[in-house]
């Protein structure tokens, strides 16, 4: 029987994934699969497809903030990615970019 708390074909609620996707944060999975009465396959599954999910947009609320600064901040546009390197391997030119940068911010 579907229950519209619970996604379609998945056997849990949204509550139970949710307690399943914090809970595998800490514990082994095989250990909580005892916990919940489950086979650990079937956490697994559960684990990927939200895993899955995250991946494809892993820096969504990023992107959103990122457009918003551009919008009031135009020398922000084409640096995603110098805020994200590591400073110690930025080339010289990158640094003093993310120097200047970060001081008018």
Do not use: C
Not at 2 to 26: H, K
Not at 66 to 90: F, G, I
């Amino acid at each position: 029987m579907e229950v519209p708390w619970s996604r379609p074909g998945s056997g849990f609620t949204l509550v139970l994934e949710a307690m399943i996707l914090a809970t595998a944060r800490e514990l082994p999975v095989r250990a909580l699969a005892r916990m919940v009465g489950e086979h650990d396959t079937r956490l697994w599954r559960v684990i990927r497809r939200h895993d899955g999910q995250a991946a494809e947009r892993p820096d969504l609320g990023v992107d959103e903030v990122r457009r918003e600064e551009v919008k009031t901040n135009p020398l922000l546009k084409k640096t995603r990615y110098l805020w994200m390197r590591n400073p110690s391997s930025l080339k010289q030119r990158q640094s003093q970019q993310l120097e200047s940068l970060a001081s008018t911010t």
